[in-house]
């Protein structure tokens, strides 16, 4: 059974503060990673994919990868309230599968 | 904007109904998505669908009855449903499935709100 592990928070941040998401999953196999931001009551919304080990970057955003201890992670730079959401954390690949498991997601507060 | 696009955004229907979801994505995807999600909870897969032919059905009853017209149309029959059901419907899609790395990146659409009475 494949696990995607995140802290359901919420994470609470001042504005213009680092946020920082953190995803661990249990499937050493586990190929691709994806972030997903959700607003209340709207749909997924597609942030970053990363496949490789290190950083990533696009904008305020971060996500970086470590393979060996089977851990991704999502740094938000320069935190606005507007960023105040529930990330999802998506694992694929392994085992031959290629559907995402989704994590239960990270309620992130961005405070003024 | 998603190019995904659902419809209807929101619908109630009772027990006895039969309605349709109706799904459409613009981005030349041959693999299409199903999935259910209620509140505080991930995104649940209820069908995949690649190259118009089914290609997983996560044993989802038979209230729920998928239909891929064709490549870019994804329509999600509803029959007899429970109140349970009630939940938000996101149709998604992605380049192809099964898939190398870079193709198994799904998109979402804004998905479609059921309220079952």
């Known amino acids: 059974q494949k696990e995607v592990e995140q802290n359901s928070g919420p994470l609470s941040v001042p504005e213009g503060a680092i946020a920082s998401l953190n995803c661990t999953y249990s499937?050493?196999?586990?190929?691709?990673f994806f972030w997903y931001r959700q607003y209340s009551g709207k749909s997924p919304e597609l942030i970053m994919f990363?496949?490789?080990?290190g950083d990533k970057e696009d904008g305020r955003f971060t996500a970086q990868l470590n393979k060996a201890s089977q851990y991704v992670s999502l740094l938000i730079r320069d935190s606005q309230p507007s960023d105040s959401a529930t990330y999802l954390c998506?694992?694929?690949?392994?085992?031959?599968?290629?559907?995402?498991?989704f994590g239960r997601g990270t309620s992130l507060i961005v405070h003024p | 904007d998603t190019e995904v696009t659902q419809t209807p955004k929101h619908l109630v229907m009772g027990m006895t109904n039969k309605k349709s979801l109706k799904c459409e994505q613009h981005?030349?995807?041959?693999?299409m998505y199903w999935y259910k999600q209620k509140a505080k909870k991930p995104p649940e897969l209820m069908f995949v669908?690649?190259?118009?032919?089914?290609?997983i059905n996560e044993s989802v009853p038979s209230r729920f009855s998928p239909e891929c017209p064709n490549s870019s149309l994804l329509n999600l029959h509803l029959h007899a449903l429970q109140p349970e059901d009630s939940a938000l419907y996101l149709c998604?899609?992605?380049?192809?499935?099964?898939?190398?790395?870079?193709?198994?990146?799904?998109?979402f659409g804004e998905g479609s709100w059921l309220t079952v009475v």
């Open positions: 981005m030349g995807h041959r693999a």
């Open positions: 990363i496949y490789s080990n």
């Open positions: 669908y690649s190259y118009e032919k089914l290609s």
């Open positions: 998604a899609s992605s380049q192809r499935y099964p898939s190398t790395l870079t193709g198994n990146t799904i998109y």
């Open positions: 499937d050493r196999g586990s190929q691709s």
């Open positions: 998506a694992v694929l690949g392994g085992g031959g599968s290629y559907i995402p498991t």
